[in-house]
DNA sequence: CAAAGCTCCTGACCGC
DNA sequence: TGCGGTCAGGAGCTTT
């Protein structure tokens, strides 16, 4: 599933094919994806120049010239392909769970396909990004200067429940979906069932560290896969191989000296990893 | 308020 | 081979 470092691959991959060029024409094959897609979506993209894409937390941003953003999110299992209409033989065929087709003035097209249906197409004035529902209680981008140590603790602090479940907060960072909590917490040494009111002030800084470095290294990766996400121009990524408990229930905890099988529990409906020894 | 539960959805997987 | 049952999971919304 797409977590930030997908989400900026995929940015990084559809920015040079829409910035600067124009929205000749918007194809949507349903009413709604996750939630409805607005009844004038396409007429308020269609002859829009796309001047910028930014990704904000796990969403794609669109700016357009008429200072109008469109709002992508890719859910579980939503993907983005890139293609030409010249290359379509047949441009009005599409594949199953094709939802949304950009199609710009250069002749590209930007297919949004989500088989699972739990990603978002909407759109929103760039005035009213600040307060929109999406965005108005999200934390900090945990790449950026306002996420260190210092600011975790403090947002940590007030919170009972368990770490695992406070990463995986939007409002506490963004960003963090499940195999990234449960690494960067390995990684840390600290168990995912711990209060997070208790974690203390050094070991803050060191999850912020840790969080940084495994981000930044699966972005540089180009994301990772794990079965269903493939990269924006359709290559599996390759990070999925470096995961060091996500996925793996049984399996021997990579830790020099550690044999312990890595466990699997269940917190808020989602599946946990970690080694029960080397996470205290 | 915080925290837990609910909800959307399909494909993969399992046992028969 | 086909068929039900189960599960996974992002994150906003609703309920407690």
Redesign the pocket.
Known sequence: ???LPEVETVKRGIAPILEGNTLTKIITRRD?I?IAIPQDFISRCEGQEILQVVRK???LLLYLGSGDVIIC?L???GRISLTSAKARKEPDIYE??DHVIFETDKGDLVIYND????GIMTICHENDLETH???K??GSEPLGNEFNGSSLYAKLK?????LK??L?D??VV??????YVCEALFDTGIAPERR??DLGQNKCEELVRNIREILERAIKAGGSTL??YAQVDGELGYFQHSFKV??REGEQCATKGCSAPIERI?Q????TFYCPRCQN
């Open positions: 599933m797409p977590e709604k996750r937390a796990k969403y999110h859910g579980m299992s199953k769970h088989p699972r249906r739990f529902r999406f965005f209680d999200m007030s919170k009972k429940t368990t479940t406070a995986l939007q409002r963004v960003g963090m979906g499940n195999i997070a009111c079965k269903d996500y996925g269940t808020s409906g989602r599946s």
